[in-house]
């Protein structure tokens, strides 16, 4: 353990640290320390970003037009599906998304249980999915 001296609320105090090795899953990570996620998509386990240039380079895509996946919940209907982070939301149920506010829009707008059909880009290939609240 480190012991760091902090000033806090016009104190100092020690705070004992126990450092450890850098994380394996970087774009994570890095995803918390940056932007902070706009936006939660319901039951689907999804958490998105606007695509930035910054963002983009992170991944290792290019800017394109949609919203990025930044996490996906572990046992989620997402990760069931094979979406992960870095994949690249382009639309759903037909209408374009290039922010989370969008794509929120358009799952207020969709019926969860017949299911809501989204088209992605995954590793620069395009896909197209049906995500569906199975009612766990």
């Known amino acids: 353990p480190v012991t760091l001296d902090v000033h806090r609320f016009g104190k100092n105090i020690k705070v004992k640290v126990k450092p450890e ?19 939660k998509a319901g039951t689907f386990g999804l ?11 992170q991944y290792g895509i290019e800017k394109t037009e949609g919203v990025l996946v930044s996490e996906v919940e ?8 094979g979406i992960k982070p870095g994949d690249v939301i382009t639309e759903v149920n037909g209408k374009s998304v290039s922010s989370p506010k969008q794509f929120t829009q358009a799952m207020k707008t969709a019926d969860m249980k017949k299911g809501v059909v989204i088209l992605y880009k995954a ?3 395009s896909k197209i999915d049906v995500l569906r609240d199975v009612g766990e």
């Open 21 to 39: 090795a850098w994380p394996e899953e970087l774009p994570s990570m890095l995803a918390r320390r940056g932007v902070e996620p706009e936006d």
């Open 47 to 57: 958490t998105l970003q606007s695509v930035t240039k910054d963002l983009a380079e």
């Open 74 to 81: 572990r046992g989620s209907v997402a990760e069931r599906k």
């Open 123 to 125: 590793k620069g290939t």
